[in-house]
């Protein structure tokens, strides 16, 4: 099974930051990589797919990067709707998320 | 659009069965290349896989949850459907339905969720 780990857990950042979250596979996964948002009371969305490419109607803020087993999520000028949970998954082998990482208001 | 809406009960019994049924509208299940699964998330922590069938019925489950878990598609109405047995309160979760992407190489990726139905279990 390929397992999947994201960094931090909980991630405090004010309107405008810039932040990253990581993602690393227990194994290479190539770039069979997606990134999701979730909200409160809500289905995840879909951000980024095969590791860096922009789903369509996903603000340009959010970029996606690696290839491997190490990954990032870097969203740009943080704005008040993008405090959420995000979440990663491989796609390479069946289909395993990280645990999800939480990006809350400082 | 591409639209999924999850049915179903919301609270089933410890050692029963959990029956859930999804609904695909703004397309058709028979797609060529389309593939439909389900996801769960137990209240306030993280996503799971549980499987995936391809358009022409193949199956692909979860290894921690193989034994119980059966997916199966009605192409006559236009749905899929989840059963997974022997359910204890460990299987309480939000159940989202899906349609996914396939790899190359035979992972599955969900680009297109249902809202999702909370099913408790409880007696």
């Known amino acids: 099974d390929i397992q999947m780990t994201q960094s931090p857990s909980t991630l405090s950042a004010s309107v405008g930051d810039r932040v990253t979250i990581t993602c690393r596979a227990s194994q290479s996964i190539s770039s069979w990589l997606a990134w999701y948002q979730q909200k409160p009371g809500k289905a995840p969305k879909l951000l980024i797919y095969k590791a860096s490419s922009l789903e369509s109607g996903v603000p340009s803020r959010f970029s996606g990067s690696g290839s491997g087993t190490e990954f990032t999520l870097t969203i740009n000028s943080l704005q008040p709707d993008d405090f959420a949970t995000y979440y990663c998954?491989?796609?390479?082998?069946?289909?395993?998320f990280g645990q999800g990482t939480k990006l809350e208001i400082k | 659009q591409l639209h999924l809406q999850e049915s179903g009960p919301g609270l089933v019994k410890p050692s029963e069965t959990l029956s859930l049924s999804c609904h695909v509208s703004g397309g058709s299940i028979s797609s060529d290349d389309h593939y439909w699964g389900w996801i769960r998330q137990p209240p306030g922590k993280g996503l799971e896989w549980i499987g995936t069938?391809?358009?022409?019925?193949?199956?692909y489950y979860n290894p921690s949850l193989k034994s119980r878990v059966t997916i199966s598609v009605d192409t006559s109405k236009n749905q899929f459907s989840l059963g997974l047995t022997s359910v204890t309160a460990a299987d309480t979760a939000i159940f989202y339905c899906?349609?996914?992407?396939?790899?190359?190489?035979?992972?599955?990726?969900?680009?297109?969720w249902g809202q999702g139905t909370l099913v408790a279990v409880s007696s």
């Open positions: 899906a349609r996914f992407f396939t790899s190359s190489l035979g992972g599955h990726s969900p680009i297109r």
């Open positions: 069938i391809s358009y022409g019925g193949s199956t």
């Open positions: 998954q491989q796609y390479k082998s069946y289909c395993t």
